[in-house]
């Protein structure tokens, strides 16, 4: 308060105030100053070099144009906002995570389970970057006790007690519940699944139902910022949809009658789902919808029917919109629906956030599960890969792909099976795998040159080159580098214009193009005299001369 009170007395009236701690409330500090109403939050996350997420806090006498401000603040710095439309504390972010963390230290209190069994079944068995005890000592047990006593979310255990006494802070300090002298412990992958991580993952769930209940966040708000700023591979609502939240309920009655404290003690909110049966997955309902049988989650679908445009996000920021065998399943499966779908000409491929398109294969989960890369399986692998960006290529509806940050390895080669490529400026594009000893297997080596040429592919390849959003455009490997401001509106006046046209004739084009590049001209002049022949059967082609002779524009109905 003392701060702001000094630098008020020098800043101009316009001038926005803004506080990066979840330890302080933003009410309270706004309503200090001369200025409430254009005093916000902005949570960044460390290292803020490379975390993605800033949480944008509404005080409440924040206004609306200060939020505004803060969200296009944060995205010119090539970071994802979240708002946080309510002052709790903690935010988003650490609300959720200093519960999850303390809750983990308290079994090793209470002797539930070891540090290393419950850390080897979070990075094993759900694929967290870091289980809750090493992540505790990389974030500083002194952070976290302090946090305790501050926010009384959950009591501070004995043993975190004793070690913040002892100055045993974790990494810092080079011990804390491991022995950090000789760099990070070896967690034993033998122990994974020896835990049971609902004890954790429940209580997530529930105050993310509680922040929903507060309105202080959505649920996909809740998860975007979760994934953003620890790097879990799901948000606590895409966990309570996947465990079930009849089986959370269960486990929170659970764990409230073993502890008594409120962080476990089920919400309405999340009794109420059970009730009405919005149980999840399995019931088609809970904190998200889910239409049929195939569950998306890694990737988001999102139709415009109006324009009949659909575009398919990468939706794992977390990763840099990586892509693992499950991405490449459910692009394929998405893939499918919308070949069906006669509201949708034009496909948009592009990453969620933005910082990535995407960084290409997850190698982090394959480390994870080395039977992934034996020879047979990396065989397999390539193969998937593979098949599914030759369905993207064959894919009968114009594709395009909207490169919004960085496009390395196996997201190069899904954008260069695509039709079209709109690149922002600012990202960076590159077949990148032999800079880890690796060769481009999913149809780089034979793509890139059919674009680019021989010579250029070998360079590009052999000295895994990254490129610029201009570099890229001036050797023909994406079609248009667009500036940021512009590279929205650039790739939707694309995808209408397709959209508008003629769909069968775009699909006989382009079979016509992708088979006849294959073969000897004369064979690739029979393919194309015989798709001239089938398009010419069309009602579109009546309604192209119709328009053309009427001077308006033509009504294509794919027929």
Same mark, same amino acid.
């Given at each position: 308060?003392?701060?702001?009170? #000094?630098?008020?007395?020098?800043?101009?009236?316009?001038?926005?105030?803004?506080?990066?701690?979840?330890?302080?409330?933003?009410?309270?500090l706004g309503n200090s100053t001369d200025r409430p109403e254009k005093f916000l939050g902005l949570h960044f996350f460390n290292p803020p070099q490379v975390m993605a997420l800033v949480e944008v806090i509404k005080g409440e006498r924040t206004s609306d144009e200060t939020i505004k401000f803060g969200v296009e603040f944060v995205k010119s710095l *090539?970071?994802?906002?979240?708002?946080?439309?309510?002052?709790?504390?903690?935010?988003?972010?650490?609300?959720?995570?200093?519960?999850? =963390?303390?809750?983990?230290?308290?079994?090793?209190?209470?002797?539930?389970?070891?540090?290393?069994?419950?850390?080897?079944?979070?990075?094993?068995?759900?694929?967290?970057?870091?289980?809750?005890?090493?992540?505790?000592?990389?974030?500083?047990?002194?952070?976290?006790?302090?946090?305790?006593?501050?926010?009384?979310?959950?009591?501070?255990?004995?043993?975190?007690?004793?070690?913040?006494?002892?100055?045993?802070?974790?990494?810092?300090?080079?011990?804390?519940?491991?022995?950090?002298?000789?760099?990070?412990?070896?967690?034993?992958?033998?122990?994974?699944?020896?835990?049971?991580?609902?004890?954790?993952?429940?209580?997530?769930?529930?105050?993310?139902?509680?922040?929903?209940?507060?309105?202080?966040?959505?649920?996909?708000?809740?998860?975007?910022?979760?994934?953003?700023?620890?790097?879990?591979?799901? *948000?606590?609502?895409?966990?309570?949809?996947?465990?079930?939240?009849?089986?959370?309920?269960?486990?929170?009655?659970?764990?409230?009658?073993?502890?008594?404290?409120?962080?476990?003690?089920?919400?309405?909110?999340?009794?109420?789902?059970?009730?009405?049966?919005?149980?999840?997955?399995?019931?088609?309902?809970?904190?998200?919808?889910?239409?049929?049988?195939f569950v998306f989650k890694n990737i988001v679908v999102e139709r415009d029917e109006e324009n009949k445009i659909a575009k398919i996000i990468i939706n794992r920021p977390q990763r840099l919109n990586a892509l693992s065998p499950e991405t490449l399943d459910e692009i394929s499966e998405a893939l499918r629906q919308l070949e069906k779908d006669e509201?949708?000409?034009?496909?948009?491929?592009?990453?969620?956030?933005?910082?990535?398109?995407?960084?290409?294969?997850?190698? +982090?989960? $394959?480390?994870?599960?080395?039977?992934?890369?034996?020879?047979?399986?990396?065989?397999?692998?390539?193969?998937?890969?593979?098949?599914?960006?030759?369905?993207? %290529?064959?894919?009968?509806?114009?594709?395009?792909?909207?490169?919004?940050?960085?496009?390395? *390895?196996?997201?190069?080669?899904?954008? =260069?099976?695509?039709?079209?490529?709109?690149?922002?400026?600012?990202?960076?594009?590159? =077949?990148? #795998?032999?800079?880890?000893?690796?060769?481009?297997?999913?149809?780089?080596?034979?793509?890139?040159?059919?674009?680019? *040429?021989?010579?250029?592919?070998?360079?590009?390849?052999?000295?895994?080159?990254?490129?610029?959003?201009? #570099?890229? %455009?001036?050797?023909?490997?994406?079609?248009?580098?667009?500036?940021?401001?512009?590279?929205?509106?650039?790739?939707?006046?694309?995808?209408? +214009?397709? $959209?508008?046209?003629?769909?069968?004739?775009?699909?006989?084009?382009?079979?016509?193009?992708?088979?006849?590049?294959?073969?000897?001209?004369?064979?690739?002049?029979v393919i194309e005299s015989t798709g001239f022949g089938i398009v010419t059967s069309t009602q579109d082609v009546m309604e192209g001369v119709r328009a053309f002779f009427e001077r308006r524009k033509p009504q294509f109905k794919g027929k």
């Open positions: 308060k003392q701060v702001f009170a #000094e630098v008020q007395k020098f800043a101009k009236p316009e001038c926005i105030f803004a506080s990066n701690t979840s330890g302080l409330s933003i009410t309270e *090539g970071k994802t906002p979240v708002v946080v439309k309510k002052d709790v504390p903690g935010f988003i972010v650490n609300r959720i995570l200093v519960p999850y =963390l303390t809750l983990a230290i308290d079994d090793v209190d209470k002797g539930v389970a070891k540090p290393e069994e419950i850390d080897a079944t979070f990075v094993y068995k759900y694929s967290f970057p870091m289980g809750p005890i090493e992540l505790s000592d990389f974030v500083g047990l002194d952070i976290l006790y302090y946090a305790s006593q501050q926010w009384t979310l959950v009591p501070a255990p004995e043993v975190l007690k004793k070690k913040f006494e002892s100055k045993e802070f974790g990494m810092k300090s080079g011990k804390g519940f491991y022995d950090w002298s000789a760099g990070r412990p070896k967690i034993p992958q033998e122990l994974a699944g020896k835990y049971d991580a609902l004890r954790l993952l429940a209580p997530m769930v529930n105050i993310a139902s509680e922040l929903i209940q507060l309105g202080v966040a959505d649920a996909k708000e809740i998860d975007t910022a979760m994934k953003l700023g620890t790097n879990m591979p799901k *948000g606590p609502c895409e966990f309570g949809d996947e465990i079930g939240l009849d089986v959370v309920l269960s486990k929170l009655e659970e764990l409230f009658k073993e502890k008594a404290i409120d962080i476990v003690k089920p919400t309405e909110t999340l009794k109420k789902m059970v009730s009405e049966g919005k149980l999840g997955e399995k019931s088609g309902e809970g904190f998200y919808k889910y239409a049929g049988e509201n949708t000409r034009v496909v948009i491929f592009t990453g969620a956030g933005d910082r990535a398109f995407s960084a290409g294969f997850d190698l +982090q989960s $394959a480390m994870q599960d080395p039977t992934l890369l034996t020879p047979a399986n990396s065989m397999m692998l390539a193969a998937k890969g593979q098949w599914v960006f030759t369905q993207i %290529e064959r894919f009968p509806k114009p594709v395009i792909a909207a490169i919004n940050g960085y496009a390395f *390895g196996g997201g190069c080669e899904l954008a =260069l099976a695509c039709d079209f490529r709109i690149m922002k400026k600012g990202a960076k594009i590159g =077949l990148t #795998e032999v800079s880890l000893a690796l060769i481009p297997g999913w149809g780089g080596t034979q793509r890139l040159p059919k674009i680019v *040429g021989i010579a250029k592919a070998k360079e590009l390849i052999m000295l895994a080159k990254r490129l610029s959003a201009d #570099e890229a %455009e001036k050797i023909g490997l994406v079609h248009k580098a667009v500036d940021p401001e512009n590279f929205e509106e650039e790739v939707m006046n694309l995808a209408k +214009q397709l $959209a508008e046209g003629p769909p069968v004739s775009l699909r006989i084009a382009k079979y016509a193009i992708n088979f006849g590049y294959e073969l000897p001209p004369e064979l690739g002049q």
